[in-house]
């Protein structure tokens, strides 16, 4: 079973977390049902970029990201080449380093 390691966020995880994650279990899903609540304002529809994350070791193991999330992360805070919507990136078989970006488009635009 794959491990996803969520490095340390300030606000949503200080500590970081490593988790076991079932193949064809989305980084999104696997996050909530872990304690960790990373923002995911569209219930997960793709059709926003509060779920971004940077996928900083095993990124190559994930599909493509279709052309709606392209879209998408286009407009993501602190987009990097590594960068995902976690409510489309689905785990393989490989270990995966997950990055929560600092803010989202929603804590920007809230003043947060």
């Not at 489309?88 to 488009?105: N, S």
């Amino acid at each position: 079973m794959p491990k996803v390691v969520f490095l340390p966020h300030e606000e949503i995880c200080p500590e970081g977390l490593a988790i076991d994650v079932e193949p064809g279990e989305t980084i999104c899903r696997a996050a909530l049902k872990n304690g960790i609540e990373i923002e995911h304002a569209c219930e997960m529809s793709c059709a926003c970029t509060t779920c971004h994350v940077i996928v900083r070791e095993g990124y190559e193991s994930l599909e493509e990201a279709d052309e709606l999330e392209d879209d998408f992360l286009d407009k993501a805070w602190g987009l990097e080449p590594d960068s995902r919507l976690s409510c489309q990136a689905v785990v393989a078989d490989k270990d995966l380093i997950v990055e929560i970006p600092k803010y989202t488009i929603n804590m920007v635009s809230e003043n947060h």
